[in-house]
């Protein structure tokens, strides 16, 4: 019987290490080795790209040391999913053929800034060093929110003054 039993576990770990399991850190920023693009594996094992410097650097500064390089065939067990978005309240963006400047709040939503004032009132005095451009290959990225006409219109992720 004891003979039996252990047989049975001994042919158990031997079939384990003929099927291994995806194992995986999640929450996990990898990159391959010759490549700069920088991609984040969530919780439910899916692969985001950072579309871009600025988009990384909004999340994490200039910060790499989190980043690991992987191989080809670890990465490529990652289903691709969703670029990740510009960090809400980080940046003002705008496309470079259109005029319109927008705030980023959560989900990847863009808020039009009406005008001048409203942007003075929400990101300071020099709310235009806080506008980036963003690539119209990028935009799509996006969803397109109500403008904001007036301050209380935006959620608080939006209010950063120069100051701070």
């Not at 700069?36 to 990384?56: P, Q, V």
């Amino acid at each position: 019987m004891i003979r039996k039993f252990f047989l049975l576990l001994l042919i158990i770990s031997v079939g384990l290490n003929f099927f291994p399991t995806k194992i995986f850190a999640t929450d996990q920023l990898v990159k391959l080795p010759n490549s700069s693009t920088i991609f984040y594996i969530d919780t439910n094992g899916l692969r985001h790209t950072f579309s871009n410097l600025i988009t990384y650097t909004s999340w994490f500064g200039n910060d790499f040391s989190a980043v690991r390089t992987v191989s080809e065939e670890f990465l490529y067990d990652f289903p691709l999913s969703t670029n990740i978005t510009l960090r809400p309240g980080k940046y003002l963006v705008k496309v470079p053929t259109a005029p319109e400047v927008y705030a980023v709040e959560p989900g990847g939503t863009l808020r039009h800034l009406v005008d001048e004032e409203v942007a003075k009132k929400l990101y300071g005095e020099e709310w235009y060093n806080k506008v980036v451009d963003l690539s119209e290959v990028f935009f799509e990225n996006y969803v397109i929110g109500e403008p904001i006409k007036y301050e209380y219109q935006a959620v608080s992720y939006t209010h950063l003054r120069a100051h701070e």
